[in-house]
């Protein structure tokens, strides 16, 4: 199993150096992200990995000496990601001539600066002792906070930055033993998402969200008015901005939180769980910031890690499977349902129906049928 451990760094005042590393990599980004664009313009096809790390060594060389610091393997990672984010370009626009997908991705962007904050370790180029990390181009040790120990087979080291100014080492490990594994129920479910009610269960229970950005809307109207007051790129104009993204990440560490601790609880009393699959981007349009709010998307990737971690069964039915207006007890389908009927009765079996429960139910036949 593979897995990441996240620390944060310790603020020191030596992390301005990793900052200064994070600029000299944006230049390398950009020169080959130009390069490629000008190439593929010319002669219609892409420079390879290898003609591409090749042309970075001889400008260490010629006319960008500064380079000549940073770690090889570190520059070889930006040009792979450039080349991971071509290929997913290219498959995506092949699949969509081929009717397999409607998704559209869009083609590789150049980042600006203040967007391009990571930077990749794979084997060589640091030092790791305890709870402090060697960068050896720039001779220089970073102390972190190591709240757990790092288990398994270390693969890659991330250094991350983010709009708080406060740095991060994440360690990717291979070979993880798994945990172990919540004991079995024999208990299955279908979930209904919604927006006043987040989730419902095929067994009547309804979870509310929190909606932790809907309480924090004061604050954060208080907080942008700060930024719209001072002098942009100014010290103030800098403070009011980290103040701003603080609480912007405070709310998001509510909103995991919350989810993962919901997780957790549905993968104790379930063995399976069914799922639909939402067009996320279309109830964007509709209702905006209520379904940012909700996450629902990030809720079903955080449950697919737990019930993998758990030996759960996760199961999502189909975008265009019929689950409202469908009746749980007879099939019967009702046309006339709109929006607004939050209760309704079957007129062949005179089931009465809760729509989001009738639709949980649904949900869990069509999972457990497929």
């Given amino acids: 199993m593979r897995k990441t451990y996240k620390y944060k760094g310790q603020n020191q005042k030596n992390t301005i150096k990793l900052g200064n590393m994070l600029d000299d990599m944006h230049q390398i980004h950009v020169h080959i992200m130009r390069l490629q664009r000008r190439y593929y313009r010319m002669y219609g096809k892409n420079i390879s990995a290898y003609r591409m790390n090749a042309h970075v060594a001889k400008l260490k060389k010629r006319t960008k000496s500064h380079w000549t610091d940073l770690p090889s393997q570190v520059v070889q990672d930006v040009v792979l990601r450039m080349g991971k984010a071509y290929d997913a370009f290219f498959r995506n626009m092949k699949d969509r001539k081929a009717g397999k997908t409607t998704c559209k991705v869009g083609r590789p962007k150049i980042k600006p600066q203040h967007k391009y904050n990571s930077m990749t370790f794979t084997q060589a180029g640091y030092k790791l002792e305890g709870n402090r990390i060697k960068i050896n181009c720039i001779d220089t040790w970073f102390s972190f906070h190591k709240h757990r120990d790092i288990i398994g087979d270390l693969k890659t080291i991330t250094l991350k930055r983010d709009r708080c100014g406060d740095y ?18 024999g208990e299955s479910a279908g979930f209904d998402f919604g927006l006043k009610t987040f989730l419902t269960t095929s067994n009547g229970n309804k979870i509310v969200s929190p909606q932790f950005l809907k309480k924090s809307l004061n604050k954060l109207r208080t907080l942008n008015k700060s930024v719209s007051r001072k002098v942009k790129g100014s010290g103030n104009w800098y403070r009011a901005i980290r103040a701003l993204s603080r609480h912007y990440r405070k709310v998001a560490r509510q909103r995991l939180d919350w989810q993962w601790k919901l997780a957790t609880d549905l993968c104790r009393r379930f063995d399976t769980l069914c799922f639909e699959t939402l067009n996320i981007d279309g109830m ?20 697919a890690f737990k019930c993998a971690k758990h030996d759960k069964t996760f199961l999502k039915i189909g975008q265009w499977t019929g689950t409202t207006k469908p009746c749980s007890n007879c099939g019967h389908k009702n046309k006339d349902l709109t929006l607004s009927d939050r209760q309704w009765t079957c007129p062949t079996c005179n089931t009465e129906h809760d729509r989001d429960i009738n639709a949980a139910i649904n949900i869990k036949q069509a999972g457990l049928a497929a």
């Fill in 168 to 185: 991060w080492v994440c360690f990717s490990c291979d070979n993880v033993d798994t945990p172990k594994s919540f004991a079995k129920t």
């Fill in 284 to 303: 964007k349009r509709l209702w905006g910031r209520k379904v940012s709010d909700l996450a629902c998307y990030q809720f079903i990737q955080v449950l």
